[in-house]
């Protein structure tokens, strides 16, 4: 993973993101924001197995 941007420091590490979101559950976007892009991408990149999609949705 690439990590989060730049910006994300401002909006708290992953962890004071997640405790905030208990209570602000709309805050759990920021890391959705921050990780999607990666997540979207790590299925594709996986070798596939024989006669199985690469995919796994």
């Given amino acids: 993973m690439s990590g989060p941007p730049p910006g ?3 909006d708290g590490d992953d962890a004071e993101v997640v405790a905030r979101s208990l209570e602000q559950p709309e805050s ?4 959705y924001d921050r ?3 990666d997540i979207h991408r790590y299925p594709p ?3 596939c197995r ?6 796994i949705w």
């Fill in 35 to 37: 990780y999607a892009a």
């Fill in 45 to 47: 990149s996986r070798p």
């Fill in 8 to 10: 994300a420091a401002r």
């Fill in 50 to 55: 024989a006669g199985r999609s690469p995919t």
């Fill in 28 to 31: 759990f976007a920021l890391l």
